[in-house]
């Protein structure tokens, strides 16, 4: 075989969403976008995709969309899952992200029968509507209440922009507050429909080194613990060793650490990217193999960083956000171009 899959996976069920968040990353949501939006697998394709997943290695499954809710059959395939994981002596937890906007009380039942991590997004509280076009902040910290209340330990997910950046301390301490157990932290990275929005969004890199230092805060108030979702970029982050309760990955997982499979069973590197790289179904999961290990092997390294003496322990930041804005995955992530102005 001439290349490897990941242990983890990442399932996104479906292209339908009943929030539509400026920020969003999924590529079919784009202007004027290229990414073919083909028939959703259904739910025995979907229970075949797994079980051939399991067969070639993977053993974590994240689930995902669009609104993973939204999909019809989600707790059949859920538990496909978990039958088919305890038959060859796996049982890791299965996380599930969602908006929350769709959620029931048998879901969180369901979740906690299958032993499924609810990660749930709060892009603001004030600025929660400005983001999603809904109006629902106190819905989702309702279902953290509720999902803590029978013993479940959700994640708080919070995409950080420059709406929602001066109530940032506040996001996270409702989200912990209400139930949240710690918090997954992303900067916005331009891609999907959040390509049309970057300047209202787009954090400047005092900003970003701000996110950080505020959810620093109020973790350590709050004796918790967190990590960013996004790569940083070493050079960016003023004081890389402060930070002790938030985790800061400076390292790409993507086609290393885990992959995607997208609603009509195509492969991708990572959620962000738009690059089809294969199909599940295929005899050859994956079929482009040259950009596959390019991101296996992180030969992708711009060559304006190749002279930095943390580019060992560095990706320069987002590679498919370079490729997504300038067409070529070995240019240097935006925020490090910021660093030149």
């Not at 707790?75 to 978990?82: A, C, G, M, S």
């Not at 769709?102 to 983001?131: I, R």
């Not at 109020?218 to 990590?227: D, I, K, P, T, Y």
Request: glycine fraction near 8%; include cysteine.
């Amino acid at each position: 075989m001439k290349y490897r899959l990941p242990k983890a996976v990442v399932l996104e069920l479906t292209y339908r969403c009943n929030h539509k968040c400026l920020f969003c990353s999924c590529p079919w949501y784009a202007h004027n976008s290229s990414y073919p939006i083909k028939t959703e697998l259904d739910i025995n394709q979907w229970k075949q995709a797994i079980s051939r997943l399991y067969d070639s290695g993977v053993e974590v499954f994240s689930i995902s969309g669009g609104e993973a809710i939204l999909k019809e059959g989600l707790e059949e395939i859920l538990l496909h899952i978990r039958e088919e994981g305890n038959k060859r002596g796996f049982n890791n937890v299965i996380t599930l992200i969602s908006n929350g906007l769709a959620m029931k009380e048998e879901y969180l039942h369901l979740f906690k029968e299958l032993n499924v991590h609810l990660s749930m997004s709060l892009p603001g509280y004030t600025t929660f509507k400005d983001h999603t076009g809904v109006d629902n902040a106190e819905g989702v910290l309702s279902w953290f209440r509720k999902a803590k209340e029978i013993g479940l330990n959700p994640t708080v997910n919070v995409t950080v922009t420059k709406i929602n950046y001066h109530e940032l301390f506040e996001t996270i301490s409702l989200g912990l507050i209400n139930g949240a157990s710690n918090i997954l932290l992303n900067r916005f990275l331009p891609g999907g429909r959040g390509l049309s929005y970057m300047d209202r969004l787009k954090l400047n890199n005092e900003q970003l080194n701000g996110m950080l230092d505020v959810a620093e805060e109020v973790l350590e108030l709050s004796n918790r613990r967190g990590s960013v979702g996004t790569e940083f970029p070493y050079c960016v982050i003023k004081k890389p060793g402060k930070y002790k309760r938030i985790n800061i990955g400076m390292k790409c997982a993507a086609a290393k650490m885990f992959f995607v499979i997208g609603p009509a069973g195509e492969v991708r590197t990572c959620n962000h990217s738009p690059k089809i790289v294969g199909n599940v179904f295929n005899e050859d999961i994956i079929s482009d193999i040259d950009y596959w290990n390019d991101f296996a092997q992180s030969n992708y390294k711009p060559q304006q960083c190749k002279s930095c003496e943390e580019i060992t322990n560095c990706d320069c930041g987002c590679r498919e956000v370079a490729n997504i804005l300038f067409n070529n995955y070995k240019e240097i992530d935006p925020c490090i171009l910021d660093l030149k102005k």
